[in-house]
């Protein structure tokens, strides 16, 4: 008997899933990271580029609150949205960094900012509202639309507009269902950062619509360059009412296994995503919250452990960006933040590229499969950010292995062994 089959006479079990589920795309980024662990573990040397997280340790002080914190017995369940001292700590960090005044109940710690802007999105959208989403975006922000039962509206952008979503492009998109518009700056995936008069304004379009919130993502608040600056959107004039502010301490502080992150906004929704965490997860870890005071402690910008890791990624930045630059057919707008480039290469797939031994090569996604099987070197395809004529790589690994990947890449795409596309030229 196979296993599959049931015995004579039992009940067949109903499989059926929520629909929900169908409807929503698994994150490409966990399944080609998956994917580069499991050549890496078949004896294969695979670069892997396409996780987007920092390859630096916490830092010492942070870690050593950690500790003290097991030690110290702070091995207990936290209330629900976050003890009170992470919360003021919070509170003093949002006012002194981005002149946000909240009050500790208008903040609620989750286990990493993904929690925090799930809850968000459940807590303010209804079924049937449009969620307005500028391309290319994080993976999730569509998908955790789709899981409310809201509809995403994406509006794309280019390299040519810097990957900034214009005022008359969010005009555009709004109509009497759009309820929140999703901003993250600087930008996963295109490390822009948007500039302050820009986000003014958006924001004198946004105070047209008396339904819509703003859901400001600002995760990789310090990894920015200047003379970049990062402005709070919820600090403008008249926005601080509609603004869900997410922030977290895995990108800045290097601590994406703490699981980490928080939501700060006006208590109606504050009070919301706390009740939905308060059926599902309950308080994030007790031992995280204590390291998390350890780092805000370190001051403002994350003091001289983060400013050393952004000094680190700029340099890489400005290295993995000349690199691209120098291959012809790449089109690449110089990020200002983040830890991510996001270059256009749609000379390199569509109509006639191809590449010798292994044929052609219609979309980024079979593109990026190219870079692995043959150049061996990890990134994620566009399509996963709503940009299909771009690829991600992420620059969060050393200049050495950063050299080495840029190698195999610029081989990989010698016009000896590749052909670009030929309807462009
Ligand atoms: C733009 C953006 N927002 C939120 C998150 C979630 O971060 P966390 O690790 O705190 O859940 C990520 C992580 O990749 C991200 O890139």
Redo the contacts with the bound molecule.
């Keep these: 008997m196979s296993a599959a089959a049931a015995p004579a006479g039992a009940v067949k079990v109903d499989t059926t899933l929520n629909p929900l589920v169908a409807s929503v795309k698994p994150s490409k980024?966990m399944a080609l990271t998956d994917l580069a662990t499991s050549m890496k573990e078949s004896g294969i040397d695979v670069i892997g580029l396409a996780a987007?997280?920092p390859d630096f340790d916490t830092p010492a002080a942070i870690v050593e609150a950690g500790v003290a914190a097991l030690r110290q017995g702070y091995t207990r369940y936290t209330p629900n949205t976050g003890t009170s001292a992470l919360r003021k700590a919070i509170c003093k960090k949002l006012k002194e960094d981005n002149g946000l005044e909240y009050s500790p109940d208008e903040i609620v710690v989750s286990?990493?900012?993904?929690?925090?802007?799930w809850q968000a999105v459940l807590a303010t959208c209804s079924p049937g509202d449009e969620v307005v989403i500028p391309a290319p975006y994080?993976v999730?922000y569509t998908e955790m639309a789709r899981l409310a039962n809201a509809t995403p509206v994406v509006v794309p952008t280019t390299p040519e507009q810097g990957f900034l979503m214009s005022p008359q492009q969010l005009e555009a998109a709004l109509t009497p269902k759009s309820r929140l518009l999703i901003l993250?700056t600087p930008?996963?995936?295109t490390g822009a950062v948007y500039p302050k008069e820009h986000l003014e304004a958006l924001a004198a379009v946004i105070a047209k619509h008396p339904r819509l919130l703003v859901l400001s993502?600002e995760?990789?608040e310090y990894i920015t360059y200047a003379p970049a600056t990062h402005v709070s959107f919820g600090a403008l004039p008249g926005m601080f009412e509609r603004t869900l502010t997410?922030n977290?301490?895995?990108?800045a502080y290097a601590m994406?296994g703490w699981?980490?992150?928080y939501l700060a906004a006006p208590k109606h929704y504050a009070k919301a995503a706390a009740i939905i965490q308060s059926q599902s997860t309950s308080g994030a870890s007790s031992i995280s919250q204590q390291a998390a005071l350890a780092a805000l402690a370190l001051g403002p910008g994350g003091g001289e452990p983060v400013q050393a890791m952004v000094r680190a990624f700029r340099e890489r930045r400005d290295y993995v960006s000349a690199r691209l630059k120098a291959i012809p057919g790449v089109n690449l707008a110089e990020p200002a933040g983040?830890f991510y480039v996001l270059p256009e290469m749609s000379a390199f797939f569509g109509p006639g590229a191809a590449a010798q031994g292994f044929g052609a090569v219609p979309d980024s996604d079979t593109f990026c499969r190219y870079l692995i099987e043959v150049a061996n070197v990890a990134v994620v395809p566009g399509d996963a950010f709503g940009a299909d004529s771009c690829i991600r790589i992420s620059y969060a690994a050393s200049l050495e292995t950063l050299g080495k990947a840029l190698d195999r890449i610029a081989a990989a795409l010698d016009p000896a062994v590749y052909t670009l596309r030929t309807d462009r030229q």
Excluded: H, M
């Design positions: 980024t987007g997280e286990n990493g900012a993904k929690q925090s802007i994080w999730s993250c930008s996963n995936p993502d995760i990789y997410v977290g301490f895995s990108k994406t699981r980490l992150g983040a």
